[in-house]
């Protein structure tokens, strides 16, 4: 089959969270096993980070797998979802799995998944596993896809367990309170292995306390640890003065992602790694700052506050949540824009109405609907918009939303397009 024959197959055969939502969770990591069983255990033949979260896990995953690569180990990276390519979820030092690999596995191994029926999901975990284990790498960087008990991911022994900030999100599927969202992230704890927490909210720590003193797991809030202090800002990068018990161990600690929610990640990625130094990782303050300052272009990441134009200014950012989209109006507001032009789009198992009710009266809105099956259609949130006080025009397309947003921004106004990973996805210059 060709590659594209090969794509067919895989989003037509396979239920993919992305195209049509929760239906295509499963609750258990029976598949996953099965799967990874007969491939041999793939994922017990190289080291592993496991990375959980609400928000952060993806920039703190590309941030430990930049580090380890200038360290001079071979890292995989696993992430989802992807933004362009299916290949973007498997890397191996910042270079994409090769087309004709993801062919040749989905060809070798139809019988297997005719017989077991996996997700899209857990197809690509085992296909990640098998690739990273083919090209032996030393490391693997895995980021949790949704939750963490029952993730696809959850069947690695890993070195360390990071989980970055905890807000709301998938509610359906992980509960509808902090405590219960917590409760499926802390499902990545194991037993003696050197557990991370970003951030300590109060609300929860108790949740991970918990879980590490029932498996014997060492925990550490990086955010008492490891204060991280803004020292420069600039649209594309910023520096941060970290200090570790009270004493300054990094002066001008750059990193190449914008986003203001990177000072809370920090500690966490920090953390992760003095603790893999502990477990016999060679990791040099040298390639602690290199890997930070190229952690973007090492990686490949896309689509975190990530400036697309200048004239007019034209940023995008994948956060969709509420706590993402908070940080993501902080940021705007930052750059005390003359007028803000925002293309939003949202899928239709968001709290958008949450969402809109933090939007400011004063932007200008173009809302558009991604081309996916989950997508919110656009006349349902259009109206959502207006019932909440904010005034906008609908565009069937996200091009199309886009588009009208340049042709109405003077070349001293701000652009955003956002709300959506899929929106976001749909950039052309992206």
Same mark, same amino acid.
């Given at each position: 089959?060709?590659?594209?024959?090969?794509?067919d197959y895989?989003?037509?055969q396979l239920?993919?969270?992305?195209?049509?939502?929760?239906?295509?969770?499963k609750?258990s990591?029976?598949?996953?096993i099965?799967?990874c069983?007969a491939?041999g255990?793939?994922?017990h033949?190289?080291?592993?980070?496991?990375?959980?979260?609400?928000?952060g896990?993806?920039?703190?995953?590309h941030?430990?797998?930049?580090v380890?690569?200038q360290?001079g180990y071979?890292?995989?990276?696993?992430?989802?979802?992807?933004l362009k390519?299916?290949?973007?979820?498997?890397?191996?030092?910042?270079q994409?799995v090769?087309e004709?690999?993801?062919?040749?596995?989905v060809?070798?191994?139809k019988?297997?998944?005719?017989?077991v029926?996996?997700?899209?999901?857990?197809m690509?975990?085992?296909? $990640?596993?098998?690739? /990273? =284990?083919d %090209?032996k790498?030393?490391v693997? !960087?895995? #980021? @949790?896809? &949704?939750?963490?008990?029952?993730?696809?991911?959850?069947?690695?022994?890993?070195?360390?367990?990071?989980i970055t900030?905890?807000?709301?999100?998938h509610?359906?599927l992980?509960?509808?309170?902090l405590?219960a969202?917590?409760g499926e992230?802390?499902?990545?704890?194991?037993?003696g292995?050197p557990?991370?927490?970003?951030?300590k909210?109060?609300?929860?720590?108790?949740v991970f306390a918990?879980?590490?003193?029932?498996?014997? $797991?060492?925990?550490? /809030? =990086?955010s %008492?640890?490891?204060?991280?202090? !803004?020292s #420069? @800002?600039s &649209?594309?990068?910023?520096?941060?003065?970290?200090?570790?018990?009270n004493?300054?161990?990094?002066?001008g600690?750059?990193?190449?992602?914008?986003g203001?929610?990177q000072q809370?990640?920090?500690?966490?990625?920090l953390?992760?790694?003095?603790?893999?130094?502990?477990?016999?990782f060679?990791?040099?303050d040298?390639a602690?700052?290199?890997?930070l300052?190229n952690a973007?272009?090492?990686?490949g990441l896309?689509?975190?506050?990530?400036?697309l134009?200048?004239k007019?200014?034209?940023?995008c950012?994948t956060?969709?949540? @509420?706590?993402?989209?908070?940080?993501i109006?902080?940021?705007?507001?930052s750059?005390e824009?003359k007028?803000?032009h925002?293309?939003?789009g949202?899928?239709?198992d968001k709290?958008?109405?949450?969402i809109?009710?933090?939007l400011?009266?004063?932007?200008?809105?173009y809302f558009c609907?991604?081309?996916?099956?989950?997508?919110?259609?656009?006349?349902?949130l259009?109206?959502?918009a207006v019932?909440?006080?904010?005034?906008?025009s609908?565009?069937?397309t996200?091009?199309?939303?886009?588009?009208a947003a340049?042709e109405f921004?003077?070349v001293?106004?701000?652009i955003f397009?956002?709300?959506?990973?899929?929106?976001?996805?749909?950039?052309?210059?992206l």
């Amino acid at each position: 089959m060709t590659y594209q024959e090969c794509l067919d197959y895989l989003y037509q055969q396979l239920p993919m969270f992305h195209r049509i939502g929760n239906a295509a969770f499963k609750k258990s990591l029976d598949n996953t096993i099965t799967l990874c069983d007969a491939l041999g255990q793939p994922q017990h033949t190289f080291k592993t980070v496991h990375v959980a979260g609400t928000n952060g896990k993806g920039s703190s995953s590309h941030m430990l797998a930049a580090v380890l690569q200038q360290a001079g180990y071979k890292t995989g990276l696993y992430t989802s979802p992807h933004l362009k390519s299916f290949t973007e979820r498997v890397r191996i030092n910042g270079q994409e799995v090769p087309e004709a690999y993801v062919v040749n596995f989905v060809e070798h191994h139809k019988a297997l998944f005719e017989s077991v029926k996996p997700s899209f999901f857990e197809m690509t975990v085992a296909l $990640a596993f098998k690739y /990273f =284990a083919d %090209e032996k790498v030393d490391v693997a !960087v895995i #980021e @949790v896809g &949704l939750g963490g008990r029952l993730d696809s991911t959850n069947i690695i022994q890993p070195e360390v367990s990071l989980i970055t900030n905890i807000g709301y999100d998938h509610q359906a599927l992980l509960g509808d309170t902090l405590q219960a969202i917590a409760g499926e992230k802390a499902g990545i704890i194991k037993a003696g292995v050197p557990a991370v927490v970003s951030a300590k909210q109060p609300e929860i720590a108790e949740v991970f306390a918990d879980k590490a003193a029932s498996v014997g $797991a060492p925990l550490h /809030f =990086a955010s %008492e640890l490891i204060q991280v202090k !803004v020292s #420069e @800002v600039s &649209l594309q990068s910023q520096a941060f003065n970290v200090y570790k018990d009270n004493s300054l161990c990094f002066e001008g600690l750059a990193i190449d992602l914008p986003g203001r929610y990177q000072q809370y990640n920090l500690p966490g990625v920090l953390q992760s790694l003095f603790l893999l130094q502990e477990r016999g990782f060679q990791i040099s303050d040298e390639a602690i700052r290199d890997g930070l300052a190229n952690a973007g272009k090492l990686t490949g990441l896309k689509g975190r506050w990530q400036v697309l134009n200048h004239k007019p200014l034209t940023i995008c950012d994948t956060g969709h949540n @509420v706590d993402g989209i908070k940080q993501i109006l902080l940021q705007l507001q930052s750059l005390e824009p003359k007028k803000v032009h925002f293309v939003f789009g949202a899928v239709n198992d968001k709290d958008v109405t949450t969402i809109l009710q933090l939007l400011p009266k004063n932007y200008s809105y173009y809302f558009c609907q991604a081309n996916i099956p989950r997508a919110l259609p656009v006349q349902d949130l259009l109206q959502n918009a207006v019932a909440n006080g904010i005034k906008g025009s609908a565009y069937s397309t996200v091009a199309e939303a886009i588009a009208a947003a340049k042709e109405f921004a003077a070349v001293d106004e701000v652009i955003f397009i956002g709300g959506s990973t899929f929106v976001v996805a749909e950039i052309e210059e992206l």
